[in-house]
Nanobody, 115 residues
Framework: QVQLVESGGGLVTPGGSLRLSCAFS????????MGWYRQTSGKQRELVAL???????NYADSVKGRFTISRDNAKNTVYLQMNSLKPEDSAVYYC?????????WGQGTQVTVSS
């Protein structure tokens, strides 16, 4: 069974940076495509960034050039480096393994961007 645990969220001022981590427990981390999603109250969860098992990446237009997703297969961990944060980036960020429809989800970590 796959378990995902996010960490690294918190309160940051606009223009600041945070790095989220997602620790993967289970087998075969290296075969999973991994993703970060976010959700704010009253809105649907949206894709932030994806990284394939080969390392190719995709980003939502709203975060391109500011966020970077990466993975460390030796540590079974995926990261989301978030720079130049904006108030509209405030959300609960969720880690996903294996796809939005049938994959596994973490419990989420809150990111708040506010002065």
């Amino acid at each position: 069974q796959v378990q995902l645990v996010e960490s690294g969220g918190g309160l940051v001022t606009p223009g600041g940076s945070l790095r989220l981590s997602c620790a993967f427990s289970g087998s075969f981390f290296r075969i999973y495509a991994m993703g970060w999603y976010r959700q704010t109250s009253g809105k649907q969860r949206e894709l932030v960034a994806l990284i394939s098992n080969q390392g190719s990446t995709n980003y939502a237009d709203s975060v391109k050039g500011r966020f970077t997703i990466s993975r460390d297969n030796a540590k079974n961990t995926v990261y989301l480096q978030m720079n130049s944060l904006k108030p509209e980036d405030s959300a609960v960020y969720y880690c996903n393994a294996g796809g939005e429809r049938a994959g596994f989800w973490g419990q989420g970590t809150q990111v708040t961007v506010s002065s």
